[in-house]
């Protein structure tokens, strides 16, 4: 035992319900690279504690996620596999669950990981000494790195979003010494100050944000490291990339109705950060800026052709807007030649966005909705490779195939996104006989991918 060495427990999350028949292959690659990532951790052996927290809802994946850590034990791992009853509160109530094992009491930290997580043996070693040398510190975040980046165009979009949060939003947020959020993995946490700010909180679909807030406003300062990097996983299908950004937006919209007068009250940190958190973090970057995104882009400039006593002018419509989105591509410089359609599929996705955050705004409808973000691991460079051999059983199946094709066209549909696609198209046309601003190249290129996403097929395109 090395007694100068804090004692760490990792908790990795898992929250499966595919379709055993056609997904069990992916969910192998995903939990197996991120278990052995895990078991791969650069610490003394008697010092960490490796959990995994299996919500799956099937037995047959139960079974492999229990074999892989009885696999890894056998070899010395301190690993345990907790499952619960119930999913109840999803990933929070997985987390503090967790939290109540009698093993715990012993740790110090926990770092956590989303089962399509895999950090570098190192990632304790580089992280640990800025909590034990800062006693003040709660949380060092470390940055994402997407394996799938290249796998499609929607892939690389995500990676020019998430590279300017990590980028701009995160170190800033770290440098300035201002409150920042928890992004809920590849972060270690203070088990104290978890303590402190009252556990694992499932009110909201973002626990890790709630987690954060009640941190900060009890005094803790968190950390991010740039160069403390783990791979992950973006969702390579438009449907699972909808489903998620539901969550993201709707939820933190949920957690500021539910928690906006606590922040007002609190008396432990100074008034300038309170005006931060609920300004800044809250208002500004987590509820307005998809509304203005939609509205402007694609309410209010479309309505300018069709009344013409509103005037927007060029400044406005064109020069303030190209600046700032060339100022968020500086993440990703590599995908600068993606910028324009970038700009484009954003707008789009601002009416998604805005409608989960109204929806977490009224919680009401779908503001507690959890649907897990599906994850294809190394099986998607496979898919392509496999064939039936068997042509009686293709010859049976055919009518089958043929009915999950149409279900599947029919759930690939967004309406709303068709609907506002016609509208553009209409004031496009208008706007091409009438107007005098020449807003139809814009607003036809604009239609354009509002009936891609209609349609569902952003993801496919390579």
């Known amino acids: 035992m090395v007694e100068s060495e804090p004692k760490v427990y990792i908790p990795e999350s898992f929250q499966v319900n595919y379709d055993v028949s056609s997904q069990i292959k992916m969910i192998w690659d995903v939990y197996k690279v991120s278990i052995g990532a895990a078991c791969g951790l650069s610490w003394p052996t008697d010092r960490l504690v490796i959990q995994v927290l299996d919500d799956s809802t099937d037995p047959v ?4 996620v229990e074999m892989e850590c009885q696999r890894w034990a056998s070899k010395g791992i301190n690993i345990t596999y907790q499952i619960r009853e119930t999913r109840g509160g999803y990933k929070a109530g997985a987390l503090k669950e967790g939290l109540k094992r009698s093993y715990v009491k012993h740790c110090e930290y926990v770092v956590i990981f989303d089962a399509d997580f895999s950090p570098p043996p190192d990632f304790l070693r580089r992280a640990i000494p800025f909590l034990v040398g800062n006693p003040e510190i709660a949380l060092v975040q470390g940055r994402w790195r997407f394996v799938n980046a290249n796998e499609c165009l929607l892939t690389r979009m995500q990676e020019m979003s998430l590279d300017y949060h990590f980028t701009v939003e995160q170190e800033v947020g770290s440098a300035t010494h201002a409150f920042f959020g ?6 270690i946490w203070r088990i104290a100050a978890i303590n402190e700010a009252g556990g694992w909180k499932d009110r909201t679909t973002v626990e890790d944000m709630d987690l954060a807030v009640r941190a900060s406003l009890r005094g ?23 489903f998620q ?5 709707c939820g933190p919209a949920n957690l500021f109705r539910k928690m906006a007068m606590e922040i007002i009250r609190n008396k432990k940190v100074k008034f300038w950060k309170k005006v931060y958190v609920i300004y800044s973090f809250f208002l500004v970057r987590k509820i307005v800026a998809h509304m203005v995104t939609f509205f402007f882009y694609c309410l209010v400039i479309p309505l300018t052709i069709l009344v013409p006593e509103v005037h927007v002018p060029i400044w406005g419509a064109v020069y303030i807007p190209s600046i700032i989105t060339i100022l968020n591509s500086v993440g990703t410089p590599r995908s600068i030649h993606l910028l324009f359609y970038w700009i484009l599929f954003e707008n789009v996705m601002s009416l998604h966005r805005t409608k989960a955050t109204l929806i977490g705004l009224l919680e009401y409808g779908r503001a507690n909705e959890w649907v897990v973000t599906e994850k294809l691991g190394d099986s998607v460079n496979n898919n392509n490779n496999k064939k039936d051999k068997s042509g009686d059983a293709a010859k049976k199946t055919n009518v089958k195939v043929q009915k999950k094709t149409r279900s599947k066209f029919m759930e690939r549909l967004n309406f709303l996104e068709l609907g506002f696609a016609v509208f553009l198209f209409f004031c496009g046309c208008y706007d091409y006989v009438h107007g005098k601003h020449n807003y139809f190249i814009y607003l036809f290129l604009q239609t354009l991918t509002f009936t891609i ?3 569902g097929y952003v993801g496919t395109i390579v």
């Open 61 to 64: 994946v139960k079974q492999l």
């Open 182 to 187: 928890f992004n809920g993995t590849a972060g």
């Open 220 to 242: 803790w300062k968190f950390l991010y490291l740039g160069d403390l990097q783990a791979n992950s996983e973006l969702p390579s299908t438009l449907r699972a990339f909808r």
């Open 245 to 249: 950004q539901h969550r993201w937006s």
């Open 453 to 455: 996403v209609g349609f």
